[in-house]
């Protein structure tokens, strides 16, 4: 068994550079109408699939369009020919002219914010039948959540749309013709927006090196006495778009997981310290303590964060496009033992969209396995609660096939540039075997500061 170590670097992969990202590229009509038309192919037996969203679930609608609702609900329709429809509110309906293909836009105020404006209010199943839909259509319904035998519910019955929603529609077909068709989009198998394009790939890339730069520029500016919100200011996020909170946490505030900075907590000397933002496509966060050395590290949160390394080295070291799993998952249990019992609460990781967590195959007995195209999060969270020990380490990969890798090389030398010295980083300093086709988009690649007084040290295999 390979020692673990408290290592010096020199440097962490391109940060010393000050290099930007260079081109970011951009999904047009005909990307987005491309894959309506990859739908309208795997539509089977529907007729139609209706997609409902809303600022939390944006990303089935975002998906087909580029449009996401932002505090209205909307619904897509897609036929299995001609020309889609997409009803919004009031102020979705200049932003659904941004979409750059033909469809069809209806207004339904009761989308809108209360209050505004209800003018020529027709029902909404009115508007469903002028998009196509009639009684004896076969339509299947995309909320957002992928409902299994565990829930205890009728998978392909449940529905997770509003219900004066689901109202109009059976006011429109009966129930049963309509099914849960969630699946077409995230099922682990053959999901839409599990196995990803070169553009979508580029952008996960980009927004990972930009959330790891961020995150590690609020690590290098922590300060005693600072608040918060005062060490979230080094977070400087851009415009792009957030598919989470920001997480600046000190001490106990770590504890709740989803928290918000706050303008009251001080950072102390000894607090944990858990740090992350997430733009689309990936997310990166990093948890320490605030000490300077080994001096101030106990024997008992040595050997946790020893075995926590081993635990995320195992599991870059298991994917493998074709592995399944309940392979990869099975190997952090080789290393921590009972998860549970270890304190990993959820799976370890998970595939990632423009939504935070879109679906997982990190889990027992999971027979999934991982192909070319899925960006995955290398995400779980241990702590023990009892013995002050919390342990976080997230950064982004993308799997890519030989192929890919090609198309990757070829249409970004610089974001391939960027992934090698990751690659390098994790490989050459850490420790940790990569197989080819495992592309690292953090920059903080699989890297655990133990003292964030000091971020010149990681953990390593010696």
Known sequence: MKNVVRKKIAALPNLAKGE???????????????????????????????????????????????????????????????????????????????????????????????????????????????????????????????????????????????????????????????????????????????????????????????????????????REGMTEIEASEYLKISGMPLSVHSNVNFGKNLSYGLASPTAGTKLKRGDVVGIGMAYRRTLCHKVGYFVESAAEEPETRKAFYDTYFRAISAWYQALKIGATGETVYEAVRKETGDLSQFGIGLNPGHLIHTDEWTNTPFWPGCKSRLSSGMMVQCDFTAAQAGRDLIAHAEDGVLLADEATRKKIREASPAAWRRIQERRDFMIGQLGIMLCDEVLPTSDLPGVIFPYLCDTDTVVAFG
């Open 20 to 222: 930007g990202v260079g081109n970011i590229p951009e999904l047009a009509g005909a990307d987005y109408l491309s894959r309506v038309r990859q739908a309208q192919k795997r539509m089977g037996e529907y007729t139609h699939l209706l997609l409902y969203g809303d600022r939390e679930h944006f990303s089935n609608i975002e998906y087909f369009t580029g449009f996401d609702p932002r505090f209205e609900e909307a619904l897509l329709i897609i036929p299995r020919e001609g020309v889609p429809s997409i009803i919004v509110g009031n102020e979705g309906s200049d932003y659904a002219n941004m979409i750059g293909y033909e469809l069809r836009k209806f207004v339904y105020p009761p989308f809108s914010l209360p209050g505004q404006p209800r003018n020529d209010v027709r029902p909404l199943d009115s508007m469903l039948r002028s998009a196509g839909l009639t009684e004896t259509c076969k339509i299947g319904v995309i909320g957002w959540k992928l409902f299994s035998p565990e829930d205890g519910l009728d998978a392909e019955k449940s529905f997770d749309v509003p219900f004066f929603i689901m109202e109009s529609m059976l006011k429109v077909a009966p129930l049963s013709n309509l099914s849960n068709a969630i699946e077409l989009m995230i099922g682990l198998d053959s999901g839409m927006r599990i196995i990803n394009d070169l553009k979508e790939l580029l952008l996960s890339e980009i927004a990972g090196t930009l959330t790891s730069r961020n995150v590690y520029r609020v690590l290098q500016n922590l």
